[in-house]
């Protein structure tokens, strides 16, 4: 049977993002909208398996209804930024799933679904409609359901003649007399002061209408009576307001919206780029871009290759092969690169390619082999050897001499190209195609090897892609002035990464069970309390039960209000606090239940028995401004700002008796970047005269002695410091220092009054990235900004946000990676025993022997420091002690 599902694409995606959290993709732009909003389209599609969908959106601020009431949805604030840059990815999603878009020059999303689902009715096809508005409630007929969005966006509550008798006690008509009467602050639609919903239900109920309440105003009393006769106009423009005009014309035809599910080779590509994994999995997609094609829509013809399967017998014509050897491909199984399997590898020799399996790689004959691969005086290129390197070490296999990775290579090229699999740069440059590692292996569960002879040939493309790949890569690198950045910095600190992966910092393991036993009995006594404040037991992780408790039993103020009952989000709770004591209680269960499941019991299970020791993994080619990730476990995100955080830093200790745990901290480095790089005067003068730089911003923008300043203004100051950094909005600075927008944008305009050479800075790197297409940091780390001359405002904003941030976060993250060379360096000089263990931010760990920690302590900081030199002087400050947690 056909269905057509119509959804109120503005409505939702606002929804979706107020309602996720905060999330954003490696490029920086912000996806929790996009991701809320696929979330529901996807449910929506496997739950009504529709045969037509439409995404209506509004096209403008203004329409039809702006002609008749100027103040027409008046009171809304500006779209934040952050939502903003969404729209275009949204729609470049749905254009990807074959779904059907429309938008009309002064008309609402709302009148779109109006008329296609009244055109759908009177055809007698199946409609339902999906929104966050009642307004839309309307629309019910017969063959027109209407389904309201709850739990943000999670889940939908269908409604027809039934639902809507059940709730109001209504006809779908008489919606729009509703909202005439009663309003909606939403809208700026006035309706009549002093009567709300049950009011408004009553006189429905007794009247029918708008028109019949106003007529028969003599029938009622008192101030109600006052307001219907005295505004009895406001409550039919309201009403008119409130209705949805079904008569506007759509181009856009049945045929138009037919929905034939989505395709991998559409949707996937785009998905990608948003970096939605969870739902590339759902659909079953490769997380990864399968084969090649020529652009013209046929698949390059695979190369045919001659390859050896490697064998006790025949492993000598490798070994003597090995001096001629271009490039390698170590194939690994897993996302832990510390519990992968080694599948084999493959060496790409003169147009001979030899196959070696994991099995034989183990055995006495390929000794050689072995040898071969842990010298570190023979170069190698290949593909992310740094996961390679990991993989062989835990099976007893040394890999060694690293120089040329061409997925760091193209990390470097395009920080934010999405796909950097070897079949999508195999693409890229016109190289033979490679089948996708689903088709050969399978994927998840049904991962399985193929017969040698299938498994050597696609490991042979592998090789010789990559082979192809470092001359081609090469040239770029030069072409682009990034040479220097990737043999000088990037390959060196990829071996230096996996040397501290595999060292590992040790846990005490006792000390974090106790501290497990302490945030056990902690919880246990917060809940007791809030149990007795509350006079019963609830689910304290039910936002219902809470919500009953907190604002029906209590009857604490309402601040915001879901399509389920009350919020008692983090943001919610915070403002209540003061407001009774239980609400800092329910703060502080959260907090330690949080501690409790993600690091004291998510740590235990990453200590690895043989060592006693967790090893992450660093992952050096995923964000955009050249920061590092931390994986398995993540040790950059322990909540420090707690104290019962900072506690869990106790359990990290050094691994040897009577070592010292050293760790030494950038000072307001991206803050003493922006200084150098946009030569503010007043920003300079703080760093050259060791101020404090918040202080000195608060004294500054509120025009008060340093003296003056409290801690407030300091917040504030601070607040706007690093969002400058992080390329802030007002609607970010609101919701930071809990303001309204405009004091936000009032502020942020003072900042940039008082300190006039970051404006001119922020300036004029807009100009080189739109002359340019591109913007570096001092390293000469490219990120490239297509967008920087979009039409669309959006998608132009971001991009000039990212060309004034990414110069200063980028310039940081280059600025610690080379203090980990040159420290590296200083260490293997001076024949020091000390080893570095981490890198969290911009903050470095390390384990240091009693005899040298003086020596250390003077040593770590000096070289950070001289890591670059800037026009104000780098700080670093550095502590040490018999924990992580003593050393800050």
């Not at 999670?154 to 027809?160: A, F, L, R």
């Not at 990864?288 to 190369?303: I, K, L, P, W």
């Not at 919701?735 to 300036?763: C, P, S, W």
Request: overall charge negative; charged content about 25%; hydrophobic content about 40%.
């Amino acid at each position: 049977m056909e269905k057509l599902i119509l959804i109120d694409g503005n409505s939702i995606i606002y929804r979706a993002f107020f309602a996720m959290p905060p999330l954003t993709n490696s490029a920086g732009q912000h996806t929790n909208a996009v991701y809320g909003f696929t979330n529901m389209l996807l449910r929506l599609i496997q739950e009504q398996q529709p045969s037509h969908i439409l995404v209506a959106f509004d096209a403008g601020k203004q329409t039809f209804r702006h002609e008749g009431y100027k103040d027409y949805k008046g009171g809304r604030e500006k779209t934040p930024p952050e939502l903003s840059e969404q729209f275009p990815m949204l729609k470049e999603l749905l254009d990807s799933f074959g779904i059907a878009r429309y938008e009309s020059e002064g008309f609402e999303a709302d009148d779109i679904i109006g008329a296609v689902s009244k055109r759908a009715d009177e055809e007698g096809r199946q409609v339902l409609v999906v929104t966050g508005d009642k307004d839309m409630l309307q629309l019910v007929s017969d063959r027109v359901q209407v389904a309201l969005t709850r739990k943000g966006v999670t889940e939908v509550e269908p409604y027809g003649y039934a639902e809507i008798q059940e709730r109001y006690g209504l006809k779908p008509e008489q919606i729009t007399d509703l909202k005439g009467l009663m309003g909606d602050t939403s809208d700026n639609i006035p309706g009549v002061p002093g009567i709300g919903e049950k009011t408004a239900l009553k006189l429905l109920h007794q009247f029918g209408s708008v028109e019949e309440v106003l007529a028969r105003t003599d029938e009622l009393k008192g101030k109600m009576k006052e307001n219907l006769v005295n505004h009895a106009e406001d409550a039919r423009m309201s009403k008119q307001l409130a209705t949805i005009h079904r008569e506007m014309p759509v181009e856009r035809s049945w045929e138009d919206m037919a929905f034939a599910g989505l395709t991998e080779d559409k949707a996937a590509p785009v998905l990608r780029k948003l970096e939605f994994k969870s739902l590339l999995e759902r659909l079953s997609f490769a997380a990864e871009g399968g084969a090649a094609s020529d652009g013209q829509g046929e698949r390059r013809a695979e190369e045919a290759l001659d390859i050896r399967i490697c064998t006790e017998d025949n492993l000598g014509e490798l070994l003597e092969a090995l001096s001629a050897v271009e490039a390698l491909h170590i194939e690994t199984n897993g996302d832990n690169p510390h519990q992968a399997e080694v599948v084999g590898i493959t060496f790409s020799s003169q147009r001979m390619y030899y196959f070696v399996s994991y099995d034989l790689l183990k055995k006495e004959a390929a000794a050689p082999l072995a040898n071969w691969l842990g010298d570190e005086t023979i170069s190698k290129s290949g593909y992310d050897l740094h996961r390679a390197d990991l993989a062989l070490h835990w099976h007893g296999i040394p890999f060694a001499g690293a120089a040329f990775d061409v997925s760091i290579a193209a990390y470097l090229l395009d920080p934010t190209g999405g796909d950097q699999s070897l079949s999508a740069l195999a693409d890229k440059y016109g190289l033979a195609p490679i089948a996708s590692d689903e088709s050969v292996f399978g994927k998840g569960a049904k991962y399985k090897l193929p017969e040698e002879e299938a498994l050597g040939l696609h490991l042979a493309r592998k090789a010789a892609v990559i082979a192809k790949l470092v001359p081609l890569q090469q040239e770029d690198l030069e072409k682009n002035g990034m040479s220097k950045l990737f043999f000088d910095l990037e390959m060196p600190l990829s071996r230096i990464l996996a040397d501290m992966e595999k060292q590992g910092i040790a846990v005490n393991r006792e000390d974090l069970q106790q501290l497990g036993t302490e945030f056990q009995e902690q919880i246990n006594k917060l809940v007791t309390q809030i149990y007795e404040i509350a006079g019963t037991e609830f689910n304290l992780n039910s936002p219902k039960q809470l919500g009953e408790i907190l604002f029906d039993k209590m009857q604490l103020p309402v601040i915001k209000k879901t399509k389920t009952g009350y919020s008692t989000d983090a943001d919610v709770l915070e403002k209540l606090a003061p407001y009774h004591d239980i609400v800092q209680f329910i703060l502080d269960y959260r907090q330690l239940a949080k501690l409790q499941s993600t690091y004291v019991e998510g740590l235990l299970k990453e200590i690895r028995p043989e060592t006693g020791k967790v090893h992450t993994f660093f992952r050096q080619t995923i964000t955009a401004t050249g920061r590092l990730s931390s994986q398995y476990p993540n040790l950059q995100n322990i909540p420090i700002r707690l104290e019962e955080g900072r506690k869990i830093r106790k359990v990290f200790v050094p691994s040897e008796p009577g070592w010292h745990i050293l760790a030494a901290d950038y000072s307001q480095i991206e803050l003493r970047v922006l200084a150098h790089i946009s030569g503010d005067e007043r920003l300079k003068e703080a760093f050259l005269h060791e101020m404090d730089i918040h202080t000195k911003t608060a004294s500054d923008v509120f025009g008060v002695p340093q003296e003056q300043v409290d801690s407030n203004m300091r917040r504030s100051a601070k607040a706007v410091n690093f969002g400058i950094v992080y390329g802030i909005s007002d609607y970010g600075l609101s919701q930071n220092l809990n303001i309204t927008r405009k004091e936000a944008g009032q502020f942020i305009e003072q900042y940039f009054a008082i300190f006039q050479g970051v404006r001119k800075y922020m300036d004029s790197i807009v100009k080189e990235a739109k002359r340019d297409g591109y913007v570096t940091t001092l390293l000469e780390r490219r990120r490239y900004l297509p967008e920087i001359n979009a039409s669309n405002f959006n998608l132009r904003s971001f991009a000039e946000r990212t060309a004034m941030n990414t110069p200063i976060q980028g310039t940081a993250a280059d600025i610690i990676k080379l203090a980990m060379v040159r420290m590296v360096e200083a260490l293997s000089e001076r024949k020091l025993r000390s080893r570095m263990l981490l890198q969290v931010h911009d903050e470095l760990v390390f384990e240091v022997p009693e005899d040298e920690l003086e020596l250390m302590t003077r040593l770590v900081p000096e070289v950070m420091e001289k890591a670059l030199e800037l026009s104000v002087p780098l700080k670093a400050e550095v502590s040490s002690g018999n924990n992580w947690y003593e050393a800050k």
